[in-house]
């Protein structure tokens, strides 16, 4: 490499990666477009190589941007958490949280990660249920923080993502072309009734439940398992695995709002500084 790497650079670079669009990633940065496009012609002069591919969809990345990425997530994240820890004072106290599964680890990781370096002294509880549980819950003064879907009218809250169900099938099975479609569903009523039934009732598709599970690791198993196709959000898709769209003869089961609840009667730094930590993860995904 001809010179050293800048920070900035680096940032901008993670964003337009993971963003796939230079307008967008623009937006996020604060910038205009051309000024992100000026500061990837730089880092690639530094890297000395091309680091995008650009198409009609917006850009990918290339081998060399591939292997790039990597590092530019570490550096970004290690100066972030560097950063932080000078300013934050140590913490200490429980927290407790309520999570659904399929956050657990590409988001509650890199949050719960990043607050134990700046606060070690926290004792963080985690609470793995569906939404209607981690409500209770919340409502019971047994969690502090409550990260839950909600996919009709909002109770309060702050809207950290949209991520709409959708139905999903394996690439390698095929199981969506079966007449009944095999389906799996949660084992609890509710949701499952009123928004993934009645999507495919609505379209006038023959189905048959062929798996049910109380969590989302058991729906994405019997989705690449090849038993059925199934209802999982749509940042959760398994690898080898499509959404199932209006072209196939499906389409979104509803438009669910990623949301986090506070319990009104938790207060304290070490839970504004676990809400800050959930709000960073989501951000940052």
């Not at 000026?38 to 081998?63: C, I, N, P, W, Y």
């Not at 996919?151 to 999903?168: A, I, N, R, S, Y």
Request: charge should be negative.
């Amino acid at each position: 490499m001809k010179s050293t790497l800048d920070s900035d650079l680096l940032r901008t670079f993670v964003a337009v990666a993971d963003t796939g669009n230079f307008t967008k990633a623009a937006e996020q940065a604060g910038r205009t477009q051309s000024a992100v496009s000026m500061q990837m012609k730089r880092l690639e002069g530094v890297v000395g190589d091309s680091l995008f591919e650009r198409g009609s969809r917006g850009v990918a990345l290339t081998r060399r941007g591939g292997e790039l990425i990597v590092n530019a997530r570490r550096i970004i994240s290690l100066l972030d958490e560097t950063a932080a820890s000078m300013v934050a004072a140590p913490l200490g106290g429980p927290v407790r949280i309520g999570i659904p599964e399929e956050y657990g680890h590409a988001i509650l990781s890199r949050a719960l990660g990043a607050f134990a370096k700046r606060h070690p002294q926290v004792e963080v509880t985690v609470r793995y249920a569906h939404s209607g549980a981690q409500i209770a819950a919340l409502a019971a003064g047994e969690l502090d923080l409550a990260v839950v879907f909600e996919w009709q009218d909002l109770f309060g809250g702050e809207v950290l993502m949209h991520d709409p169900t959708v139905w999903v099938t394996s690439e390698l099975h095929h199981m969506h072309e079966e007449r009944p479609v095999p389906i799996a569903l949660y084992n609890r009523a509710g949701w499952c009734k009123d928004f993934a039934i009645k999507s495919l009732e609505q379209r006038g598709l023959a189905y048959r439940v062929a798996y049910t599970s109380d969590t989302n690791g058991g729906l994405r198993l019997a989705v690449t398992s090849g038993l059925a196709i199934a209802p999982i959000s749509r940042s959760n898709i398994p690898a080898g695995c499509r959404e199932l769209t209006a072209a196939d003869g499906f389409g979104d089961i509803d438009s669910s709002n990623v949301v986090l609840r506070r319990n009104p009667n938790a207060s304290g730094e070490a839970i504004d500084g676990m809400q800050e930590a959930i709000r960073e993860a989501f951000t940052n995904r």
